[in-house]
T-cell receptor, first 116, second 113 residues
């Protein structure tokens, strides 16, 4: 089975712009979660989608949004980019068959976003 | 809220030596705990997970971790370090009733020849 894929792998944007990142989960996985990784804050949960619905949300401003399509692919959008949004954005997918914590989350390689 | 603390942001060992990476958790309910590894410019790979089935959990690449409720710990060990083990390691706990992983700050492991 193919793993979690994320596109693009690298992005350079300027302040004030917006950006859309894409994540394709492992075939059959219905849950997609997004995380932000920075040297200062570490790994922080952004949000999780399951069956096209946002099921959980982290503590990020409304500039960060996401969605999930019927084929479980997910996108996240960041509007009005700030310098502090520079980070590695990781996507993870899981079966979420039971909706419980024993489902393993499989991570993609990430998208490295640089905001100038 | 559940959380994890990783002691030591950097650990250095010699090739062939024991690897011990420390993780303590804070949880009011039985936790589900994970160890992930991240190689440079890559995503996270699951090493092992504790879901209350057994206190000693064996993972990939020769790693294992023991859940100790009395010490609220879930330390990661490997008997003999390889050069290829050099990476950053993250301990995580699942937020109750969700898919949200709460990560520790990470421990960067260096393996010296």
């Amino acid at each position: 089975k193919a793993g979690v894929t994320q596109t693009p792998r690298y992005l350079i944007k300027t302040r004030g712009q917006q950006v859309t990142l894409s994540c394709s989960p492992i075939s059959g996985h219905r849950s997609v979660s997004w995380y932000q990784q920075t040297p200062g804050q570490g790994l922080q949960f952004l949000f999780e989608y399951f069956s096209e619905t946002q099921r959980n949300k982290g503590n990020f401003p409304g500039r960060f949004s996401g969605r999930q399509f019927s084929n479980s692919r997910s996108e996240m959008n960041v509007s009005t980019l700030e310098l502090g949004d520079s980070a590695l954005y990781l996507c993870a997918s899981s079966l979420a068959a039971s909706g419980g914590p024993t489902d393993t989350q499989y991570f993609g390689p990430g998208t490295r976003l640089t905001v100038l | 809220a559940q959380s994890v603390t990783q002691l030591g942001s950097h650990v250095s060992v010699s090739e062939g030596a024991l690897v011990l990476l420390r993780c303590n958790y804070s949880s009011s309910v039985p936790p589900y705990l994970f160890w992930y590894v991240q190689y440079p410019n890559q995503g996270l790979q699951l090493l092992l997970k504790y879901t209350s089935a057994a206190t000693l959990v064996k993972g990939i690449n020769g790693f294992e971790a023991e859940f100790k409720k009395s010490e609220t710990s879930f330390h990661l060990t490997k008997p003999s370090a390889h050069m290829s083990d050099a990476a950053e390691y993250f301990c995580a706990v699942i937020q109750g009733g969700s898919e949200k992983l709460v990560f520790g700050k990470g421990t960067k492991l260096t393996v010296n020849p």
